[in-house]
């Protein structure tokens, strides 16, 4: 089974590169159901809960992350190990994820035949 791996390392709004990787999950999930997504690094910021984006003059892309469950995307993983250093472990996130170590991702990211960062 080839997998499709999506790694989330930006913060949201300082780039488009988060919401165009969740364009690009969203336009994939219609073609395939073997996606992986990943959010490592600042990536996590992605989906932490209550983000005001318009006070930095962003749109608000973050809520889309719910359409996930939606497009039967369902292997999410978030890094425990950014979360932790970013001091973010017990903050709420948008979506339901699996919190796993920077190891157990390596490890998960090596079963995937092609990966796209964003």
Known sequence: MKKLGFVFSSAPHGSASGREGLDAVLATSNYSEDLVLFFVGDGVMQLLADQKPSD??????????????????????????????????????????????????????????KVLQF
């Open 56 to 113: 930095v003059l962003s749109r608000d892309y973050i809520s889309t992350f719910k359409m996930l469950s939606l497009c039967d995307v369902e292997e999410i993983y978030v890094c425990a190990d950014s979360l932790a250093d970013r001091g973010l472990s017990e903050h709420p996130l948008v979506i339901e994820v699996e919190k796993s170590s920077s190891t157990d991702i390596a490890a998960s990211l090596g079963r995937c035949t």
